[in-house]
């Protein structure tokens, strides 16, 4: 009779490749108040974990902060938190009520890389896959004004 080879090393099956998790959009409507930012991020954290998607929860966490402080920060009406997830991309948007474009980041005085102000969207620009705001149609916006900021996070294939 042959001697039996059995060495324990058995083929694993490979698993199954998981289906991309279908589309999904979250929108949290804030007051004008510092909370709000604390809210948004938590809040940020929860829905990422539900879907699986916690590896994406530091760098989403840190984005939407900056922008939700932004809104909050430099104007005056409420504002607004929306989560989108389609083709492995978050996108992550902030409406305020005030029209006015962001300013872009530019690079910080020698003087000032120690000041905590004024370094929110360079922040953004350097963590996420792009970046942007536009004017939405009136039927888009809370107010029917304001202007959306954001930013997108692609899943690392």
Not at 26 to 45: K, Q, S
Not at 51 to 63: C, D, M, N, Y
Request: with cysteine.
């Amino acid at each position: 009779m042959p001697e039996s080879t059995d060495t324990g090393d058995e083929p694993t099956p490979t698993p199954a490749p998981t289906p991309a998790p279908s589309p999904w959009q979250y929108t949290l409507h804030i007051p004008n108040d510092l909370r709000a930012v604390a809210i948004c991020r938590r809040t940020l954290g929860v829905i990422l974990a539900a879907h699986g998607l916690p590896h994406l929860s530091e760098a989403a966490e840190l984005v939407a902060t900056e922008l939700v402080a932004n809104a909050v920060t430099h104007t005056k009406g409420p504002a607004a938190l929306r989560l989108l997830w389609a083709d492995s991309v978050l996108r992550i948007e902030v409406w305020d009520a005030d029209p006015t474009p962001p300013q872009p980041p530019v690079p910080p005085a020698r003087d000032t890389l120690l000041r905590e102000a004024g370094r929110g969207l360079a922040l953004v620009k350097g963590c996420a896959d792009g970046w942007g705001w536009y004017r939405p149609d009136d039927s888009e916006l809370p107010d029917g004004e304001g202007k959306f900021v954001w930013c997108e996070l692609a899943e690392a294939a």
